[in-house]
């Protein structure tokens, strides 16, 4: 199974109380000819929930993606068929990030593109539940990020030509037990916590997700528990923020990821997503020690988008330069190798020659090895808005001057010539090699005939480029199991324990002395 799905690569990623009663839904009868209505029940199957082709695609973070999985592992369950074919498809579920401008025109072409084929169509995600109004929801129906367990319902009344809106807030989440199917089979997304305490001046996303709403640790560790049962080899922590985590059930990040680095065993690897500055300082030692265990990933992506600190006070971005570098100079003190990404947005509103100045200077200081770079882009309806813009030709020079310097040093070659160990998940873009990843996130490609996806292994690294490092295979890991496309919470997975061989081989010694000791007698 297939969904088609675009990364932007900028941003990452209740209780146990019983559920409140279903939100109702708002049903909008579609209103079609009788000759429509004739040739869409006429056609075989029609009256059948769960026959028809879904095609799904997905725009933005992890969050996102792990909506999108969760989305499609409902649908799967209840008899659906998911294709990435956009002409085979009988309807058109499109979840989309309002992160960007760029990313947010891509899914209005694709929501025009699918209402012209008069098959129904509908949309998800970030955009239209912070834009409500918007006039290109006409005709579609619409599914809020709170209710992703209710998609079959509004595919359903979608297919019987009615449109639903279902946008309300709730202050129960959907659970992490849904059926779920992977975009990766050997790659789990969880989500931590959805929404963010912040209040930035250019994002879009908070009107969206909301306010903080975190997952309580138990049920992320029972998660983590189902899908290690499963078979993944990665498991990605996601959220708008990871940091603000537990802010709003009296806990925090600090107590949640060694809890789950417990659950985490030798041959899995864990990945903690986006963390904004102001929730790490608290918790700097402690987030040190799990990134500096063996199946933790030490690899951390903190955006500072800007050096300078009346641009960041204008972003309210609530901590400043100074205690960004004060996260990156520990963590590479606490944790050996540890690889650090960074954000950063040229021409924000305001912003002088200076100021990007000062930028340059951070990221020359620093060298992060993965570097975000973005041009402002004003997002309807947030105060960077109505800012004094700095011109289009100015951001676009700033951004280029920060990519020149940023392809200017390289990295990773000091991995040349070394041994690592290599946790290999994903096929590369160039559709041959496979890639893994050191324990430090550095990307690593390697030859197809020598390695599977699922395993992890001992490489030789004898390249090294702005973007990866290439190796080849030294010592490979037993083949990993194969774990089921579709994860529900109703599946259990077991495997029998090898056979001890020991006892075998102790009976045989014993045999061999008592014969020795017959014979020995008898002379």
Same mark, same amino acid.
């Given at each position: ?23 109702? =839904? ?33 725009? @933005?973070?992890?969050?996102?993606? &792990?909506?999108?999985?969760? =989305? ?13 074919? #956009? ?15 760029? &990313? ?23 955009? +239209? ?58 790659? %789990? ?44 080899? *990665? ?37 903690? @997503? ?5 929730? =790490?300082?608290?918790? $700097?030692? &402690? ?15 903190? +955006? ?17 330069? %100074?205690? #960004? ?5 520990? $963590? ?18 305001? *912003?002088? %020659?200076? %100021?990007? *100045? *000062? ?10 090895? #993965? ?15 109505? =800012? ?23 990295? #990773? ?22 890639? @893994? ?32 490092? !290439?190796?080849?295979?030294?010592? &490979? ?21 090898? /056979?001890?061989?020991? +006892? ?11 014969? @020795?000791?017959?014979? !020995? /007698?008898?002379?």
């Amino acid at each position: 199974l297939y969904f088609w799905s675009e990364m932007l690569g900028d941003i990452e990623e209740f209780a146990s109380i019983p559920a409140p009663p279903p939100m109702p =839904m708002e049903v909008i009868p579609k209103s079609q000819s009788k000759r429509q209505a004739r040739k869409r029940k006429g056609a075989v199957g029609y009256d059948i929930p769960g026959t028809q082709t879904v095609y799904v695609k997905t725009y @933005g973070c992890s969050h996102n993606f &792990s909506d999108s999985e969760y =989305m499609v592992g409902q649908l799967v369950e209840f008899g659906y068929g998911v294709t990435e074919d #956009f002409d085979a498809a009988d309807v058109f579920v499109l979840n989309s990030c309002t992160v960007k401008n760029p &990313s947010e025109a891509h899914f209005i072409t694709l929501v025009d593109a699918a209402k012209a084929t008069n098959k129904p169509v509908v949309v998800a995600g970030c955009v +239209p539940q912070g834009d409500q109004r918007n006039a290109a929801w006409e005709g579609v129906s619409v599914i809020g990020v709170q209710h992703i367990d209710k998609v079959v319902d509004v595919v359903e009344e979608a297919l019987r030509g009615n449109q639903v809106q279902l946008l309300g807030r709730t202050k129960v989440q959907p659970g992490l037990d849904l059926p779920k199917v992977r975009r990766n089979r050997w790659i %789990e997304i969880i989500p931590i916590n959805t929404g963010c305490l912040n209040k930035c001046t250019y994002c879009k996303t908070k009107h969206a997700r909301g306010h903080l709403q975190s997952w309580p640790v138990h049920e992320i560790c029972d998660r983590v528990r189902q899908v290690v049962a499963e078979g993944v080899k *990665e498991i990605r922590l996601t959220s708008e923020d990871t940091g603000a985590y537990g802010r709003d059930l009296d806990t925090h990040i600090g107590a949640l990821l060694p809890a789950v680095a417990a659950l985490i065993p030798d041959g899995v690897m864990l990945k903690v @997503g986006m963390t904004n500055p102001p929730y =790490m300082l608290q918790h $700097l030692q &402690s987030i040190a020690e799990v990134l500096n265990h063996p199946n933790v990933y030490a690899f951390l992506h903190i +955006p500072v988008q800007s050096a300078s600190n009346r641009i960041l006070k204008l972003m309210k971005r609530e901590y400043t330069c %100074e205690e #960004f570098e004060e996260v990156v100079t520990t $963590l590479r003190r606490l944790v050996p190798n540890v690889h650090i990404s960074t954000d950063i947005i040229c021409g924000f509103p305001t *912003e002088t %020659e200076e %100021e990007f *100045e *000062e930028t340059l200077q951070l990221c020359r200081r620093h060298q992060f090895p #993965f570097l975000n770079i973005s041009q402002f882009y004003p997002r309807p309806g947030t105060p960077a808005a109505h =800012m004094k813009q700095v011109p289009s030709d100015v951001k676009k020079a700033r951004s280029r001057r920060l990519t020149e310097l940023f392809e200017s040093y390289e990295c #990773f070659q000091p991995l040349v010539g070394t041994q690592q160990r290599v946790w290999v998940t994903e096929v590369a873009t160039d559709g041959h090699h496979l890639v @893994g990843h050191t324990k430090n996130y550095t990307q690593v490609l390697v030859p197809p005939e020598d390695a599977s996806i699922g395993t992890d292994i001992v490489v030789d690294i004898y390249e090294a480029n702005k973007w990866s490092v !290439r190796a080849n295979v030294r010592q &490979s890991q037993p083949p990993a199991r194969q774990p089921p496309m579709l994860s529900t919470h109703t599946h259990t997975h077991t495997r029998t324990a090898p /056979r001890a061989k020991w +006892p075998v081989a102790v009976c045989v010694v014993g045999v061999a002395i008592l014969a @020795g000791l017959f014979f !020995r /007698r008898r002379q």
